[in-house]
């Protein structure tokens, strides 16, 4: 088996969007290093479900749902 294939695995710190911070351990950057994040899951439409709405272009989503409005949507 071959050596050294892995790489250096550590702590870092996680800054989030409002400030706060915690320790985790990756493989990102070096032992002590701080990864800032831009978007995270606290603020993220993703993880905690948006405010979006649906467009429907060209009545694309309401021929969806009348095409499959018996399965049980």
Do not use: Q
Not at 28 to 52: C, F, M, Q, R
């Amino acid at each position: 088996m071959k050596t050294d294939t892995h790489p250096d695995y550590h702590s870092i710190t996680v800054k989030m969007t409002d400030g706060s911070t915690y320790e985790t351990r990756s493989t990102y950057g070096k032992e002590g290093a701080t990864l800032v994040l831009d978007i995270d899951p606290s603020v993220h439409p993703a993880w905690t479900g948006g405010n979006t709405r649906l467009m429907d272009t060209g009545g694309r989503v309401s021929k969806f749902k009348k095409k499959y409005e018996g399965l049980g949507f």
